[in-house]
């Protein structure tokens, strides 16, 4: 078709691409507490694995960053006014920090079908776990997660208060290591003082997330967009 177009006299025109195809990408709306960390996490993702897996993340975030409420919030008022396929997905992740709210948090995603990635003390225990193992609980201070970070020279300088964007050097130390840090984040579920948790099974559903510390759940957003298997 292209052949005789091109060796058609007429044919100056400039080619239309004709009416769009159905969208090929899954794509996943994230919103997050923090204003950097998190965005350039999510962007990673998107740049490392989005073309070859077919999904693309847009992370939902403020400049000031968001309650863990809020982070909820933000991704329902995404959804409200989303017009596109109904198999994208929403998901909201948030810290235990010092936050209260925690509980109003999980219960909202929950009634509403959104997915929670839930880190305690904090998300930046999900970036540890790919440069070490980690275990003991923190009371929802990230203190000693920072500390340990920073062993590692591409994180040397990160800071709570200061650079904690995921770029460069940063996203070279991360890259390859999803198994591991996701194979240690579920190692983690066997610590749970739940019973009735372990890494096979998950959290129980009555396990309080407020008592699972140290843990994250980063690990099943990446699970969902296919970078790791479950
Ligand atoms: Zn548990």
Redesign the pocket.
């Given at each position: 078709m292209s052949k005789k177009r091109r060796t058609d006299p007429n044919a100056d025109r400039p080619l239309h691409p004709g009416p769009r195809p159905p969208r090929e990408e899954r794509v996943f709306y994230v919103a997050v507490e923090g204003a950097s960390t998190e965005p350039d996490y999510l962007s990673y993702l998107n740049d490392e694995f989005g073309r070859d897996l077919r999904f693309r993340i847009h992370p939902l975030w403020r400049s000031k960053g968001l309650k863990p409420r809020e982070v909820v919030e933000a991704v329902l008022a995404q959804r409200s006014q989303d017009e596109g396929d109904e198999k994208d997905e929403f998901w909201a992740l948030f810290d235990r920090d010092e936050h209260v709210g925690i509980p109003q948090a999980i219960a909202k995603a929950k009634k509403n079908d959104v997915r929670i990635g839930f880190s305690h003390p904090s998300f930046d225990l999900w970036l540890l776990l790919h440069l070490a193992a980690f275990s003991g609980a923190q009371g929802g201070s990230s203190v000693i997660v920072h500390e340990k970070l920073r062993k590692h020279p591409a994180f040397e300088t990160f800071e709570p208060n200061g650079d904690k964007s995921i770029r460069n050097e940063r996203v070279e130390a991360l890259k390859g290591k999803e198994n591991v840090a996701a194979k240690r984040a579920r190692k983690l579920?066997n610590d749970?003082?739940?019973p009735?948790?372990n890494e096979n099974d998950g959290?129980?559903d009555h396990?309080d997330p407020l008592?699972?510390d140290p843990?994250t759940d980063m690990w099943e957003l990446l699970v969902a967009l296919k970078i790791i298997e479950r």
């Open positions: 579920t749970c003082p739940n009735a948790c959290h129980a396990c008592c699972r843990s």
